[in-house]
């Protein structure tokens, strides 16, 4: 059974460019959410796909979107980058949105 | 204040202690309690998920959820070097979608 897994593992970007990072999820899976971590901080959620529909979304401004694909593997893109961007995103599958997370490696963002 | 707090550490023990994690909160509508481990630079691992009150064991950890005092543990027996990792706590409410809320982890490290 394939885990959780994300691309790229680094990036680095600079203020006012635009990113994409994407999310495979575990086999089977059908919801996928997203989290930012700051240095030294809990993951704070961004949002979560359900069956290719948002299910829900955190405090974050609306240059955080996503999409959700047929296959279940999702994309996370950041728009006008700040340099408070800079974390490391996680991305959490669960079999069904009521159900346990499990998480992928992460995705470190660096913007200069 | 933060809903979920959590005392970041550093938490140092010598191997084969008794390790307690503690976790406290304020939203009485979170029912679903669950512990990651996180290594440096990786993602989190699921420990322990929990429902409502009650106490879970699986090998050396032990999760407990008293509700009533809106306070979660982890015990872990038999300590080992590989064991020192940061400790998340994670909660959510029924039917909130699965957002999870973090705690801001407990740094604890294991030593010979």
């Known amino acids: 059974e394939t885990g959780v897994t994300q691309s790229p593992t680094h990036l680095i970007k600079t203020r006012g460019q635009q990113v994409t990072l994407r999310c495979s999820s575990q086999?089977?899976?059908?919801?996928v959410s997203w989290y930012q971590q700051a240095l030294g901080q809990g993951p704070q959620f961004i949002f979560q796909?359900?069956?290719?529909?948002?299910?829900g979304r955190g405090n974050f401004p609306p240059r955080f979107s996503g999409l959700q694909f047929p296959n279940y593997s999702s994309e996370l893109n950041v728009n006008a980058l700040e340099l408070d961007d800079s974390a490391l995103y996680l991305c959490?599958?669960?079999?069904?949105?009521?159900?346990?997370?499990?998480f992928g490696p992460g995705t470190r963002l660096t913007v200069l | 204040q933060k809903e979920v707090e959590q005392d970041p550490g550093p938490l140092s023990v010598p191997e084969g202690a008794i390790v307690s994690l503690n976790c406290t909160y304020s939203?009485?509508?979170?029912?679903?309690f669950m512990w990651y481990r996180q290594y440096s630079r990786k993602g989190p691992e699921l420990l322990m998920y929990?429902?409502?009150?009650g106490n879970k064991e699986d090998g050396r950890f032990t999760a407990q959820v008293d509700k009533s005092s809106k306070y979660i543990s982890l015990f872990i027996r038999d300590s080992q070097p590989s064991d020192s990792a940061t400790y998340l706590c994670?909660?959510?409410?029924?039917?909130?979608?699965?957002?999870?809320?973090f705690g801001t982890g407990t740094q604890l490290k294991v030593e010979l």
């Open positions: 994670a909660m959510s409410e029924a039917g909130g979608g699965n957002k999870l809320t």
């Open positions: 086999s089977g899976h059908n919801t």
């Open positions: 929990t429902y409502s009150s």
């Open positions: 796909y359900y069956r290719e529909e948002e299910n």
């Open positions: 959490a599958s669960s079999l069904e949105s009521e159900r346990p997370q499990y």
């Open positions: 939203n009485s509508a979170f029912q679903y």
